[in-house]
Nanobody
Framework: QVQVAESGGKLVQAGGSLRLSCAAS???????????MGWFRQTPGKEREFVAV???????YYADFVKGRFTISRDHVKNTLDLLMNNLEPDDTAMYYC????????????????????WGQGTQVTVSS
């Protein structure tokens, strides 16, 4: 069983920046690098929405709405995952979840929450206008 725990969410003003972090542990004997790690976000009444993923292959993928504002990165020594968010907009307000999976992605399947097996509790990001 893999545990992931997010941190870093807070209230920021529009146009500001924020870094979210996720710590992974208990990777069930598999190396951390064998997991794809990603971020989703969710607002009340809506489905969880893909934000970005750093695949175990080394590739990174982003949602279109990121528009070059967000950067996902991994530290393979610390077993952590970061999401640097710049030029934040009020529409970025959401609960952000860190997630992990050992599955292989196909045909853009990384955007589906059902492809991920392990989830954190979430960290709240609020962007004021």
């Amino acid at each position: 069983q893999v545990q992931v725990a997010e941190s870093g969410g807070k209230l920021v003003q529009a146009g500001g920046s924020l870094r979210l972090s996720c710590a992974a542990s208990g990777t069930s004997g598999r190396p951390y690098t064998s997991y794809s790690m990603g971020w989703f976000r969710q607002t009340p009444g809506k489905e969880r929405e893909f934000v970005a993923v750093a695949s175990w292959t080394g590739s990174t993928y982003y949602a279109d709405f990121v528009k070059g504002r967000f950067t996902i990165s991994r530290d393979h020594v610390k077993n952590t995952l970061d999401l640097l968010m710049n030029n934040l907009e009020p529409d970025d307000t959401a609960m952000y979840y860190c997630t992990a999976t050992a599955r292989a992605f196909s045909a853009g399947s990384y955007v589906r929450a059902s492809e991920y097996d392990f989830w954190g509790q979430g960290t709240q990001v609020t962007v004021s206008s």
